[in-house]
């Protein structure tokens, strides 16, 4: 069964820093790990992407950008989501996602969004001024 679980999620304030972890089902060699998000601005935004088996650059949306990190660990399934900086824009609900895709990110995060096969439950971030 293809899961993603994100055991939480969390608050800081502006500035500030949290980080998202989501462990994966499954072998990450053969997919494309991603995090989106949800803010009262827009209904689905692309955070960051990273190839599960390639050593590509990863990829982030313009408003994370400098900001946020991405990160995997094969021998764990998981993937990271470091987020420094933090600002109210920011909040919002944050899903780890993942195309299988052979293992690495073909697609800009605008399309991969529209071509995920499998998303976590999501996880509350609070940023406050």
């Known amino acids: 069964q293809v899961r993603l679980d994100q055991p939480w999620g969390g608050s800081a304030p502006a500035g500030g820093s949290l980080t998202l972890s989501c462990k994966a089902s499954f072998n990450l060699n053969a997919w494309c790990m991603a995090w989106f998000r949800r803010t009262s601005e827009k209904e689905r935004e692309g955070v960051a992407a990273i190839d599960g088996d390639g050593d590509g650059r990863p990829v982030y949306g313009d408003s994370v950008k400098g900001r946020f990190s991405i990160s995997k660990d094969k021998a764990t399934n998981t993937v990271t989501l470091e987020m420094n900086n933090l600002n109210p824009e920011d909040t919002g609900i944050y899903y780890c996602?993942?195309?299988?895709?052979?293992?690495?990110?073909?697609?800009?995060?605008?399309?991969?969004?529209?071509?995920?096969?499998?998303w976590g439950q999501g996880t509350p971030v609070t940023v406050s001024a």
């Open positions: 996602a993942a195309e299988e895709s052979g293992g690495y990110c073909y697609k800009d995060l605008l399309t991969l969004g529209n071509t995920l096969d499998a």
